[in-house]
Nanobody, 117 residues
Framework: EVQLVESGGGLVQPGGSLRLSCAAS????????MHWVRQAPGKGLEWVSR????????YYADSVKGRFTISRDNTKNTVYLRMNSLKPEDTAVYYC??????????WGKGTLVTISN
């Protein structure tokens, strides 16, 4: 059974940092691209970042470019999202998502990130 379990969310002041983790199981992690997608309160889904299966190629939404870093450790079956210079508009539930050749096929349950004083 494919499982994606996010962790690391919480309440942080503006300008602060967090590192999200997503532990994967039930599939050959190193064979899949992985994404982070977020959903702010009352808003739709927003793609944040993706990383290729080997970890050598990364891509970011303009809204987070230069502040967020995606990475992965295929020995630990884990993908990370390092978030710096956090802003109130980064407040959202962050989802870890697997993609195959046809699209996003498995989602984690998400972890809540709140940026506030």
């Amino acid at each position: 059974e494919v499982q994606l379990v996010e962790s690391g969310g919480g309440l942080v002041q503006p300008g602060g940092s967090l590192r999200l983790s997503c532990a994967a199981s039930g599939f050959t992690f190193s064979s899949y691209w992985m994404h982070w997608v977020r959903q702010a309160p009352g808003k739709g889904l927003e793609w944040v970042s993706r990383i290729n299966s080997g970890g050598g190629a990364t891509y970011y939404a303009d809204s987070v470019k230069g502040r967020f870093t995606i990475s992965r450790d295929n020995t630990k079956n884990t993908v990370y999202l390092r978030m710096n210079s956090l802003k109130p508009e980064d407040t959202a539930v962050y989802y870890c998502v697997r993609t195959n050749n046809y699209g996003m096929d498995y989602w984690g349950k998400g972890t809540l990130v709140t940026i506030s004083n």
